[in-house]
Nanobody, 118 residues
Framework: QVQLVESGGGLVQPGGSLRLSCAASGSIFSINAMGWYRQAPGKQRELVAAITRGGSTNYADSVKGRFTISRDNAKNTVYLLMNSLKPEDTAVYYC????????????WGQGTQVTVSS
């Protein structure tokens, strides 16, 4: 099967930066879109940013200009650079990928906590 393993979360002060990474492993033929979602306590999971295999990107309005998504197709890895972090960015961040094994499927990571607080 497929495993998505996130890393890079933690506690940061407002205005600070963090870089999240998510590496996909398994019997992968190809990965199409990859993305980052987040879920704050009491709220629904929401899309933060997504990137296609070709590098086209899409961002939530709340993070435009502050977050940058990128990927390394050779390493099956997606990154999220988060700058100018705000307390409202506090959430569990989940990696997501559309992966081709025998058929296409959507897979999720286990989540990594990001806390923005002074």
């Amino acid at each position: 099967q497929v495993q998505l393993v996130e890393s890079g979360g933690g506690l940061v002060q407002p205005g600070g930066s963090l870089r999240l990474s998510c590496a996909a492993s398994g019997s992968i033929f190809s990965i199409n879109a990859m993305g980052w979602y987040r879920q704050a306590p009491g709220k629904q999971r929401e899309l933060v940013a997504a990137i296609t295999r070709g590098g086209s990107t899409n961002y939530a309005d709340s993070v435009k200009g502050r977050f940058t998504i990128s990927r390394d197709n050779a390493k099956n890895t997606v990154y999220l650079l988060m700058n100018s972090l705000k307390p409202e960015d506090t959430a569990v961040y989940y990696c997501n990928a559309e992966v081709l094994l025998a058929i296409w499927g959507v897979y999720w990571g286990q989540g990594t906590q990001v806390t923005v607080s002074s």
